[in-house]
C-alpha cells in the first residue's frame, strides 16, 4: 500500500497501463491474483463465466469456501463470521496483501470479527476463508544452517506466463513452487522465514 502514496504515483501506474509497454504483471493479472478477485471466484456461477461446466466443476474440487466482509453483509458471509467466532481454528481473515505475516489467525481474527480491533468499514478489506486441513507428514527443514526435524504441510504453487492483447494470445504453464512448514506455523511466507523451499516427488 505504501508504494502508491498520492496521485502521482498513481498517475505514473496509469501511464505505464495504458502504454505499448509489456507489463509484468499487468493490471488485470495483478487484480486476479488479489484475494477479493478469488473470494468472487468462488461464488457460484463466476468460474462458469470462463471455464466450460464441466471444467469449472474439476476446479471447484479445489477450492476453499471464502466470503466476503463488505457491508451490508451476505446471508452466507454473516453465518461464516459467527462460525468463525465459535470455532476460530477452522477460519483465517486474509488482507489483499502477499509475503506472509499480514493474516490474522484465532484470537486475533476473533476480535477482528467482533469489530473490537477494527471497524466494519476497515473489516471489509479482508476476506474470510475456511482454513485447508492436509494430511501431515515428516521432513527435515533447513533454515539458516540448522536442520530441524518435524511434522509438516506444504504448498504447491503453479507458475505460468501469458501475452494479452493480440489475436493469438499466448499462454503456457512454465514451472511451479512448493512450499514447506512445520505444523502449528499459521503463515506460509517463504521470505518472511515461516516456510523453506521443496521439491515435490512424483510417485
Known amino acids: ?3 502508491l502514496p498520492s496521485e502521482i504515483e498513481w498517475d505514473g501506474y496509469k501511464r505505464i497501463e495504458l502504454s505499448r509497454a509489456i ?3 499487468c493490471i488485470s ?5 488479489t484475494k477479493k478477485i478469488q473470494q468472487n471466484l468462488c461464488i457460484p456461477g463466476e468460474v462458469e463465466k470462463f471455464l466450460p461446466l464441466e471444467d ?3 476446479l471447484r474440487m479445489f477450492f476453499a469456501d471464502q466470503y466476503g466482509l463488505q457491508m451490508p453483509l451476505e446471508t452466507d458471509s454473516a453465518a461464516a463470521i459467527d462460525d468463525a467466532i465459535e470455532h476460530p481454528e477452522k477460519y483465517v481473515l486474509k488482507p489483499q496483501r502477499e509475503g506472509g505475516g499480514n493474516n490474522l489467525w484465532l ?3 476473533k476480535q477482528a470479527l467482533e469489530l473490537k480491533t477494527m471497524t466494519a468499514d476497515q473489516r471489509s478489506a479482508y476476506i474470510l476463508m475456511r482454513r485447508i486441513v492436509q494430511k501431515p507428514f515428516v521432513t527435515a527443514l533447513m533454515r539458516n ?5 518435524g511434522e509438516c504441510e506444504k504448498e504447491v504453487g503453479i507458475y505460468a506466463s501469458f501475452l494479452a492483447g493480440y489475436t493469438e494470445p ?3 504453464v512454465i514451472g511451479h513452487l512448493m512450499r514447506t512448514k512445520l505444523v502449528g506455523v499459521n503463515e506460509g511466507g517463504v521470505a518472511s522465514g515461516y516456510a523453506v ?3 515435490p516427488t512424483l510417485v
Do not use: E, F, N, T
Open 56 to 58: 469449472a466443476k474439476s
Open 107 to 109: 484470537d486475533d481474527m
Open 29 to 33: 493479472y495483478h487484480l486476479a491474483g
Open 170 to 172: 499466448y499462454q503456457k
Open 23 to 25: 507489463k509484468c504483471p
Open 197 to 199: 523451499l521443496d521439491s
Open 145 to 149: 544452517g540448522k536442520v530441524q526435524v
Open 1 to 3: 500500500p505504501r508504494d
